[in-house]
């Protein structure tokens, strides 16, 4: 069954540093999101995508943050400068029409 | 506005019923059911759509009061892999909006 995949399943980094959070969605999907989860809280809306543009961003998804899909598979999520408060799970999913598939992952810790 | 789920928590033993509940105060156009184990992605569980169209896995069932914007999800004879905190989803007009998620129900199976 295809599954969404992401890359690192693990991040360390320094605040002020610049991270690249990598997904590859299920192939024939045609929407993108990227969604966090701060430990022990739910799940909260990032970015969407679709078409090659963001079609819709939360207030979290400021300047610091930017999305590409800089080939026809993979979908990162790049954070230009972290603070401390960025630290979280960041999931990336993927889906059809209605349904979205999460992918596992990437646990980032700003120190 | 997130949507509120009901209960909290639950603590079943195994081969019991649960039912978890999800309200909204927007209008919904499609209900959105997850599980998530600790530390792991969201798993897709069931969607619900205005007009009554459903998609999902064989033992989840759920149901969608368009009129009173609420969803109920339906475990029946509980195994312990259903453990895990379920999330309800709701999304607006078109169905690959972004997600608001609700903030969850832990369910905990004993044997």
């Known amino acids: 069954e295809p599954e969404v995949t992401q890359t690192p399943s693990h991040q360390v980094t320094q605040m002020g540093q610049e991270v690249i959070l990598r997904c590859v969605p299920i192939?024939?999907?045609?929407?993108f999101y990227w969604y966090r989860q701060i430990l022990g809280q739910k799940v909260e809306f990032l970015v969407s995508?679709?078409?090659?543009?963001?079609?819709?961003k939360s207030e979290i998804f400021d300047d610091q943050f930017s999305v590409e899909r800089p080939d026809g598979s993979n979908f990162t999520l790049k954070i230009r400068s972290t603070k401390l408060e960025d630290s979280a799970m960041y999931f990336c999913?993927?889906?059809?029409?209605?349904?979205?598939?999460f992918g596992p992952g990437t646990r980032l810790t700003v120190t | 506005q997130q949507p509120v789920q009901s209960p909290q928590a639950v603590i079943l033993r195994e081969g019991e019923d649960a039912v978890i509940n999800c309200s909204s105060s927007?209008?919904?156009?499609?209900v959105h059911w997850y599980r998530q184990k600790h530390g792991e992605a969201p798993v897709f569980l069931m969607i619900?759509?205005?007009?009554?169209e459903q998609k999902g896995h064989e033992k989840i069932s759920a149901s969608f009061n368009e009129k009173k914007q609420q969803s109920s999800l339906y475990l029946t004879a509980s195994q312990l892999s259903y453990s895990g905190t379920y999330f309800c989803?709701?999304?607006?007009?078109?169905?690959?909006?972004?997600?608001?998620f609700g903030t969850g129900t832990r369910l905990t199976i004993i044997p």
């Open positions: 927007k209008a919904l156009y499609s």
């Open positions: 995508f679709y078409n090659n543009e963001i079609s819709e």
């Open positions: 989803g709701t999304a607006g007009n078109f169905g690959n909006e972004k997600l608001t």
């Open positions: 999913a993927s889906g059809g029409r209605y349904e979205q598939y």
């Open positions: 619900l759509l205005k007009g009554g």
């Open positions: 192939s024939n999907h045609l929407y």
